[in-house]
């Protein structure tokens, strides 16, 4: 017995070698099936580290895009309110050229100064415009932020504050999405509550309609000046909303490229596994069922 | 002396050693199947020639032992990979229920932070809306439940472990009792040169059970077999066996007592050092990862909410400074995982607002909000941490599968090499079996005709006419 002596029971070599091909199998299967090579942290440590914090990026640039799509509400709603405003205006100057007319009777302008009346809460209405609960011009406080007040000079308070809200459409990108009403309906030397009640006193009086006038414009052009901020702050975040949509796509294909299955391969490495069980299979059936007893006597 | 009566029991003596070797390979052939055994070889041996005058007479032959044929050296190496592959196995399925917690779902500890700074996000663009706060408070919730549920799980799972310690160590008790009881039969055996090849097989396989269990050294001496656990910690010397006991230790665990001393840190492989591997170290890891997570979020969330202001008014007309949205974590963050809970239930006490007397300023939303990519746990954002925490897991168990498949592949080829010095080959017993029986007839037949000559030979004095 010189001869090299073989291993007589070689078939747990067998089934391990099987139960190797099984679990490919398996985790083939799993890969086709959830579209994705990390279904555990242990498939692929550092990519399912990676997976995670891209996770986190996609679920920022979300956050980022539902804010736009709350603040591209407010804004616009804003700016078509100051659309609105101007265009009250514009009746405003031409009531105001109407009564500038000396040939106008007291009646006749008493009639023109209370259209401006109506047309002064309109105004005060437009002012207290809300979106989903917010008012859009009374700063950072949470009050109706025009009251029609007697006592005031101008017969408008103004109840909000001067602040502004900053919103993040970005990493590290804010945008300013208010401004308040003391600024949008008040500043350089215009007040355009002030204006109306200014030319409806002017009208009762019968004196200095022409400047009265004169201010109403300049209010009209303060307002439509002031449309300006909603405009590029509109345009900005719809920048912002295409760029985000391109660095969605883009994570998605990192996504990909870190976790998703290739599904030929796999497809292609599963019927391989699979003739490579059949193979092995095949091997130890046909393992020889007969020993040199049987041929004896 | 070359007589007819010696050449007789010369083949006598034959037919004898033939039928023992006969018998050897019946042994063989019965144990084909049996587990550890090693297969036998009959030991022919020529016996003492014959000296009479100037002619050496050959004496025939005996059957002077059956010999197991093992390689002592190889059983060896076999019992350090049993137990190499022992402590990967147990280290790897318990890491592999580890990483359960830390697997990407819908509901793990990574998506519940996003989601929670999401929510802030949300808040910012209507800072006084009670729903978007209601938002903030059941995204703060499902985050805290996240970490309560993660650590729950492996707390359970070390207890399981723990009791599968205390299991195995009744085991290891089991299997040194009987290897003893084994060494005294063995030793009295070869005390009278008798051959205890049967009960040696039956030990090897007992020690392969053990070696499974703890690290075992095998030292053979004039006195028996006497086996050590790898630092020498002795679990048998001879007839002895020395019972390991368990005793709860401080954190509520198993310690593993030997004669008074605790070996717990000192077993070195077998399954029971992949336990203790997960159970001490790798789990109490991840465990302490999750509390400095939760504790790091818990405390900047709170810090952040206390520099704003809520909506609640106070006497004087201003807000009401923010305080704490988490319930502060324990001092040590030990435990902080387990126990973080929203500390609030009203929506209107968290502080978006930056000025104590405007409610709609979301001015406090962008310092809170900045946390999720401020380095705020261990020098790393609250992801790149969690995402730490994963690769670690990750890398642990992919790096043990590893080491256990090429460990199954090394132990395959031991065990192969072992069945090719000491597995029964049929063909082998077959080819044995036919020569002994072939020697057997041809004794036999030797017998026969020396019995032939004999009569003869008492005839031939016999006067017949």
Known sequence: MSSVRVNPYPMPDLLTALEKLQQQQTSDTLELGTGSKINKPSDDPAGAAQMILMQDTGSQIDSYNQSIGSVNGQLSTADSTLNSVVTVLQRAIGLATEGANGTLSDTDRQAIADELSGIQSELISLANTSYQGQYLFTGTADSLPFVADQAAQSGVTYKGNAGTNVVAIGTGYQIQVNVPGSQVFNGSGTDVFQSIHDLISALNSNSGIADAARQVTNAYNYVTAQRVFYGNAMNQVQTQQSFLSTEKVTLAQQENTTAGADVTQVASDLSAGETAMNAAMQAISSMPRTSLFDYLK | ?465
């Open chain 2, 1 to 465: 002396m070359s007589s007819l009566l010696g050449t007789m029991s010369i083949a006598v003596g034959a037919l004898g050693a033939e039928q023992g070797a006969l018998q050897a390979t019946t042994n063989n052939v019965a144990n084909a199947n049996t587990p550890g055994y090693s297969r036998e070889r009959a030991v022919l041996t020529e016996n003492d020639p014959v000296v009479v005058g100037s002619i050496t007479y050959g004496s025939g032959v005996s059957l002077s032992k059956l010999q197991s044929v093992r390689d002592p050296i190889l059983q060896l190496r076999i019992e350090e990979e049993t137990q190499e592959q022992a402590e990967l196995n147990a280290s790897v399925t318990a890491m592999q229920q580890a990483q359960v917690q830390f697997t990407s779902s819908s509901g793990d500890i990574g998506s519940m932070i996003s989601a929670f700074f999401s929510s802030l996000n949300q808040l910012s663009s209507n800072p006084t809306d009670l729903a978007l706060r209601q938002g903030v408070l059941t995204a703060a919730n499902n985050m805290a439940g996240a970490f309560n549920n993660a650590s729950r799980n492996l707390t359970q799972q070390r207890s399981s472990i723990d009791l599968q310690v205390s299991q195995d160590v009744d085991q290891v008790n089991v299997l040194t009792s009987q290897i003893a009881t084994l060494n005294t039969q063995i030793s009295q055996l070869q005390g009278v040169e008798e051959d205890a090849s049967a009960l040696v097989d039956q030990r090897d396989v007992l020690i392969g059970q053990l070696s499974s269990m703890i690290d075992v050294s095998s030292i053979q001496s004039d006195n028996g077999l006497t086996l050590t656990t790898g630092n020498g910690t002795a679990l048998v010397v001879g007839g002895q066996a020395y019972a390991l006991s368990t005793q709860t230790n401080s954190s509520g665990l198993q310690s593993i007592y030997s004669q008074g001393n605790d070996i717990t840190s000192k077993i070195g492989s077998g399954e029971l050092a992949g336990l203790l591997d997960v159970r001490d170290q790798q789990i109490p890891t991840l465990l302490s990862n999750l509390d400095t997570l939760a504790a790091g979020l818990a405390n900047s969330v709170n810090a952040a909410n206390k520099q704003g202001f809520t909506l609640v008014q106070q006497q004087d007309g201003s807000l009401q400074p923010g305080g704490n949205i988490f319930v502060a974590p324990p001092a040590g963050n030990q435990g902080a995982a387990a126990s973080m809970a929203v500390a609030i239930s009203d929506p209107t006490l968290i502080a978006a607002s930056s000025d104590p007397t405007a409610a709609g300023s979301n001015g406090n939303l962008t310092g809170l909000c900045a946390i999720q990519n401020q380095a705020t746990i261990d020098g790393q954002t609250s992801e790149a941490y969690y995402s730490n925490i994963v690769f670690n897991v990750g890398n642990t168990v992919s790096n043990g599968t590893s080491e256990l498949n090429s460990s199954k592949l090394i132990l395959n080829q031991l065990q192969d090499q072992r069945g090719s010095i000491s597995g029964v080959s049929l063909d082998e017993e077959a080819a044995n079996m036919v020569q002994y029986q072939r020697a057997f007839d041809a004794a036999a037949q030797v017998v026969t005709t020396i019995s032939d000559i004999l009569y003869t030979v008492i005839n031939m004095g016999t006067y017949n006419g």
